[in-house]
């Protein structure tokens, strides 16, 4: 959950302060120089064997007998150590799997048997902790609450992974219980796990709530990563980390197993390094699920390989519309934007101005509405099946209190609590407000589509990464873009569109639902094109 999307309930004046306050949170102090030896050491000369290394790269290796996917995975595991546990401690990683490496001894094994399942056969991925793994690791969404939750089974996305031959690291940190617990938290922190670092700068923030997943790939502790999404949740962390980010279509991956936000706007997707590694991940996941009824709607419209619209010329000819308030923002922003516009147009694609924003104002008020009531029902429907003593919202919010220094040391709980006093999902307020955000947005993101002749909608995913300020909270670091994908439950895809002040930014395409092949297109076209992924450097603060 992207956070920054609901501030206006909290305090515009707080907001105010918060900003001022963050913009000197940059300047070098006595408690930071500690850490700047190890970090620039880091930062000089970060010699990774795998460092930027693809899925078909390693695929290459294993095939050629250079690497296991035991090596591969001791490499990962050897990584997580020196710079996540120690060094620089990024702290990406909130519990690593005792299994992984049987998981890639057995795929050793098959492989030499001349069985190799897929793309994904004996490939490393971390995944986001709030995602059920019915094995030897916890699922806590974050949380002291749930820290005696050992899922029964895996989540159907899980079992995907399995069955495709990937080797589960871990878990990554989260923003806790998805950035849905206060209007003051701050991102990429949890009870449990504690504060995530973004590995360009280390004193900002990998933004909210995939924030360990997006740490963790950028950093390179893993091939590919899993993160969720309500509004953000994916695009924001792979934007300040410049990644790869997908938020497929609400149905194209089940949510069956992942600890819920919003039934309506949720889904979890891949967060890469690149457009290919993001289109086999989002292929090798996808399938009806039962328990997820969302996933009926994509039989039929689900393609088992992505990788076939990853054409460097898929720019030829398209129509893309440019959200207009995007081109008057930060000024390092917005001339990374119109980098990113001419080098489209090089391409071949038509770019023109729209206002969707302006359009979609009035309906974004009832999206707030629409997450409390949706999060009281789907949290207390996940606990049914939880192996926790924690068995509702209300048990969630008593465990804070009672434990209220280490659960809640910096930030309280009202978010939960506003949720808690919401009745069903029979309530007026509910069927009306959700009536407004899902199916009000579809129309609007469709009219647009077809009043332009759009192929999609582009614009900034958001702002540089913030400064961690676990006093005052999250700011607002302008123009984002999240929103109307995710409220729709549309796709969207994040692209690297280059770096502001040495902090990455993202270009964001989306369109209307099950277009995920169409945008992928797009968005690998502008990859190849302008190639902005760069890798992080771990500078200790903005002035090293």
Known sequence: MHRR???????????????????????????????DTVASENSKDDIFELSEITITDLQQKMQSKQFTSRLITELYLKRIDQIDKKGIMLN??????KDALNMADAMDREREKGKVRGALHGIPVLIKDNINTGDNMHTTAGSLALADNFAKQDAFIVHKLREAGAVILGKTNLSEWANFRSTHSTSAWSSRGGQTKNPYILDRNPSGSSAGTGTAVAANLCVIGIGTETNGSIVSPASVNGLVGIKPTVGLWSRSGIIPISKTQDTAGPMTRT??????????????DTLDLATLGSKGKVEADYTKFLDVNGLQGKRLGVEKSALNDNPAVVALLQD???????????????ELNKELKTINNNEFTVLLYEFKDGLNQYFVNANSKIKTLTDVIAFNKQNE????????????????????????????????????????IDDMLAKYKLDAIIGTTNGPAVCIDLVNGDYDNGFGFSG????????????????????????SFFSTAYKEGEIIKLGYAYEQASKKRVTPLFKPDLFA
């Not at 990406?92 to 799997?97: D, F, Q, S």
């Not at 990113?340 to 729209?354: D, F, H, Y």
């Open 5 to 35: 999307n609901f501030l206006k309930t909290g305090s515009l004046a707080g907001l105010t302060i918060s900003t001022l306050v963050a913009a000197s949170c940059n300047q070098p102090s006595a408690e930071n120089k500690a850490d």
């Open 92 to 97: 990406a990683v909130i519990e690593l799997n």
């Open 275 to 288: 457009v290919k590694d993001a289109a086999i991940l989002l292929g090798a996941l996808t399938g009806i």
């Open 340 to 354: 990113a516009i001419k080098t489209l147009k090089s391409k071949g694609a038509e770019v023109v101005e729209i």
């Open 405 to 444: 220094a280490k659960a809640m040391p910096f930030f309280k709980q009202e978010t939960l609590e506003l949720a808690q006093a919401k009745g069903d999902l029979n309530s007026k307020e509910y069927l009306d407000a959700v009536k407004q955000t899902n199916a009000g947005t579809r129309k609007v």
């Open 484 to 507: 109307p994908a995710a409220m729709a439950g549309y796709p969207h895809i994040t692209v690297p569109m280059g770096l502001a002040h040495g902090l990455p930014v993202g270009l």
